[in-house]
């Protein structure tokens, strides 16, 4: 059984013990849930722990691999601009059309309630900031306090900065301070290998305690996260369609028969790298050079996740508004750029991992509270299918995209008279 199946079974079970111990035992209910309770707050605090270094970490390692890669020639750095543009488009998806789909089909209110009252360790929601006082405070006057207080977006535009930096110094020193960082990261991959390996025993616990205060309704409010979030990739998935159709003029049939291969593979494995053989005969059949797909493909596995800013950000708003947290067009403006940076670091990293460090540092910076995901990561199995099939959709269409702009080029190279 993988690791998302036993947190996933652990979830379910954990419900349906919390409501039958409602139902059969009721006065059991308080003792039960105060030793469950503190269980499963201790595993929720072991893996934010991780979350400041772990961002950290990511972001400067996949700020120099970035840049790297825009070395490599003309068509990584066409790619690589290609990539991050439709990061925020992506993220800007999912500012436009979750609380459209929250509106359409919110919530069940008596469950929201239930469950808000199930997760008592969220504690007291502070008041979203005046805008001006937000952005006041974006620039930390001091990072050890800004990390100690989870202030997200001041973590990541210092970071941001001291990464760009780094490109301005001795390529030695560069080196050396990317493989710290380096280190860093996977040291704290191995920690958060360790916590997600008692993550069903955490995941137990935190689920016990919501059937049995929420019962029935927790369920439903699953499912419905579920289908929203599923929802949001789904559209950028089909973004990828007239992307093929208007930017690289393939006929709407031949991307389809080209892109189901690899779609077969990204459901039944929810990898990208493994649907990459796929992908690339896929590349091969809309008539992409062999020398194109080479490069834009591995490079698209490596740092491009098409689904990831917009399917992260669609988990922060729905959890702000499941406690009620107040959205305005500036803060979801502010969350779309957050949603983008952060997808840049992890998207080499297995789904559970990346749910995390990826999701935390949005919610944290549009004022949603960050314990709901302890619970959510348990359904993550579900929704990360729709991640992998949307990202290898996409990262077919940008090859073939990019792949026109190469033929492009070399006819107007082949056009071009001799000199001299």
Do not use: C
Not at 97 to 107: A, D, E, I, Q
Not at 242 to 247: D, W, Y
């Amino acid at each position: 059984m993988t690791q998302a199946s036993r947190i996933l079974v652990s979830l379910l079970a954990g419900l349906f013990a919390g409501i039958a111990l409602a139902s059969f035992v009721p006065t059991s209910v308080p003792g039960v849930t105060a030793v469950a309770e503190p269980i499963g707050t201790a595993w929720l605090h072991g893996l934010q722990m991780t979350i400041v270094p772990l961002v950290v970490s990511l972001l400067v390692t996949g700020v120099a691999a970035t840049a790297e890669a825009a070395k490599a020639g003309r068509l990584a750095g066409r790619a690589i601009a290609l990539y991050v543009t439709l990061l925020f488009v992506s993220a800007s998806i999912a500012a436009l059309l979750t609380p459209l789909f929250l509106t359409l089909v919110p919530l069940p209110a008596t469950s929201a309630a239930a469950l808000r009252a199930a997760l008592s360790q969220v504690g007291t929601i502070p008041p979203v900031p005046p805008l001006g006082e937000f952005f006041a405070g974006i620039v930390p006057t001091n990072i050890v306090k800004a990390s100690a207080s989870d202030a997200f977006l001041s973590v990541i535009i210092f970071t941001l900065v001291f990464a760009f930096a780094m490109a301005r110094i001795a390529s030695d020193d560069r080196a050396l301070l990317v493989r710290f960082f380096t280190a860093l990261r996977d040291t704290m991959l191995v920690v958060i290998d360790w916590i997600l390996w008692i993550a069903p025993l955490g995941v137990f616990a935190l689920a016990l305690v919501v059937g049995a205060r929420a019962g029935t309704g927790a369920f439903g409010a699953l499912v419905h996260y579920i289908l929203t979030v599923v929802a949001v990739g789904f559209a950028v998935l089909l973004l990828a369609y007239p992307l093929a159709l208007f930017g690289a003029r393939v006929a709407p049939g031949a991307f389809v028969r080209a892109a189901l291969p690899s779609q077969a593979v990204a459901i039944s494995t929810q990898s990208s790298l493994a649907s990459l053989p796929a992908m690339l005969e896929g590349a091969r059949a809309l008539g992409v050079p062999v020398a194109t797909a080479g490069v834009t493909l591995p490079l698209a596995v490596a740092i491009f996740r098409a689904t990831g800013p917009a399917m992260n950000l669609a988990v922060a708003i729905y959890v702000a508004t499941w406690f009620g947290v107040p959205l305005s067009p500036a803060t979801l403006a502010i969350g779309v750029v957050v949603a983008t940076l952060t997808s840049l670091g992890s998207v080499s990293l297995p789904g559970t991992v990346s749910y995390v460090s990826a999701i935390a540092p949005i919610a944290g910076t549009i004022g949603a509270p960050l314990a709901p995901l302890g619970l959510l990561v348990a359904v993550e199995t579900i929704p990360d299918i729709m991640r992998t099939v949307g990202n290898v959709t996409m990262d077919l269409a940008t090859t073939a995209l990019l792949g026109r702009g190469s033929r492009r080029s070399e006819e107007t190279e082949d056009e071009d008279p001799p000199t001299g």
